[in-house]
Antibody, heavy 121, light 106 residues
Framework: QVQLVESGGGVVQPGRSLRLSCAAS????????MHWVRQAPGKGLEWVAV????????YYVDSVKGRFTISRDNSKNTLYLQMNSLRGEDTAVYYC??????????????WGQGTLVTVSS | DIQMTQSPSTLSASVGDRVTITCRAS??????LAWYQQKPGKAPNLLIY???SLESGVPSRFSGSGSGTEFTLTISSLQPDDFATYYC????????FGQGTKVEIK
C-alpha cells in the first residue's frame, strides 16, 4: 500500500530555514512526479512545488521562488523541501502528494498526513 | 496563471439532498480537472479526475462533469459522511486549486 510520511516541521523564527522530508513506500517512487502542497490554518489548499520523476524539472509557485527548493533522492525514496528565508505567511500544514500517473503532469492520488510549519518569533 | 473559482463557498444541505458544486477556470483547461474531499485535520482525498472519472473506491453517488472552463461536482444523495470541504484542482497548466466549498448540515 502507498504511504507518504512527512517529517521536519516545527516552529522556526522568521528568516530562518527548515527542511521537510517525505518518505515514500508502496510504489516505484522513481516513476512519479511529486508535489508539495500547503494549507494555512483555516484556509484552502495551495500548490507549492513539483519535481519530475527524475528530478530534471522543478516548478514553484511565485510566492516561494528563490526561497524554497524541491529535491528528491530516488535511491532513498524520499522527497525534500528546503525552505529558506521563512516568513509568517509560510505558516501552514505542508503535504507531499504523489501524481496519479507516471511520467506526466497529473492530479494526485495519494497524500501524506502533513507536517505543520509555524513561522513565529 | 489559471485561476479556479468555486461556488458556492458554503452550502447548507440535508441528508438525502442532491448537491451540486461549480468550478470555473479562468481559461480553458480541457478536461484536466480533479475534485478532492477534505475533512478537518485530514489530508484531501481524490474523488474525481479528468473531470468525470470516478476514482476507485469512491461511492457512485459522486459524479463530475464539464470541460473547457466550467465543471460541476454532484452528490446525488448526500450522506452523513459527505459533510466536508470540497476542492477542485486544474492540472492543465501547472496546478491550481479552487478556494473550496464547505458542505454543512442544514
Amino acid at each position: 500500500q502507498v504511504q507518504l510520511v512527512e517529517s521536519g516541521g516545527g516552529v522556526v523564527q522568521p528568516g530562518r530555514s527548515l527542511r521537510l522530508s517525505c518518505a515514500a513506500s508502496g510504489f516505484t517512487f522513481s516513476d512519479y512526479g511529486m508535489h508539495w502542497v500547503r494549507q494555512a490554518p483555516g484556509k484552502g489548499l495551495e500548490w507549492v512545488a513539483v519535481i519530475s520523476y527524475d528530478g530534471s524539472n522543478k516548478y514553484y509557485v511565485d510566492s516561494v521562488k528563490g526561497r524554497f527548493t524541491i529535491s528528491r533522492d530516488n535511491s532513498k525514496n524520499t522527497l525534500y523541501l528546503q525552505m529558506n528565508s521563512l516568513r509568517g505567511e509560510d505558516t501552514a500544514v505542508y503535504y507531499c502528494a504523489k501524481e496519479q500517473q507516471p511520467r506526466g503532469s497529473w492530479n494526485y492520488d495519494y497524500w501524506g498526513q502533513g507536517t505543520l510549519v509555524t513561522v513565529s518569533s | 496563471d489559471i485561476q479556479m473559482t468555486q461556488s458556492p463557498s458554503t452550502l447548507s444541505a440535508s441528508v438525502g439532498d442532491r448537491v451540486t458544486i461549480t468550478c470555473r477556470a479562468s481559461q480553458t483547461i480541457s478536461s484536466w480537472l480533479a475534485w478532492y474531499q477534505q475533512k478537518p485535520g485530514k489530508a484531501p482525498n481524490l474523488l474525481i479526475y479528468k473531470a468525470s472519472s470516478l476514482e476507485s473506491g469512491v461511492p457512485s453517488r459522486f459524479s463530475g462533469s464539464g470541460s473547457g472552463t466550467e465543471f460541476t461536482l454532484t452528490i446525488s444523495s448526500l450522506q452523513p459522511d459527505d459533510f466536508a470541504t470540497y476542492y477542485c484542482q486544474q492540472y492543465n497548466s501547472y496546478w491550481t486549486f479552487g478556494q473550496g466549498t464547505k458542505v454543512e448540515i442544514k
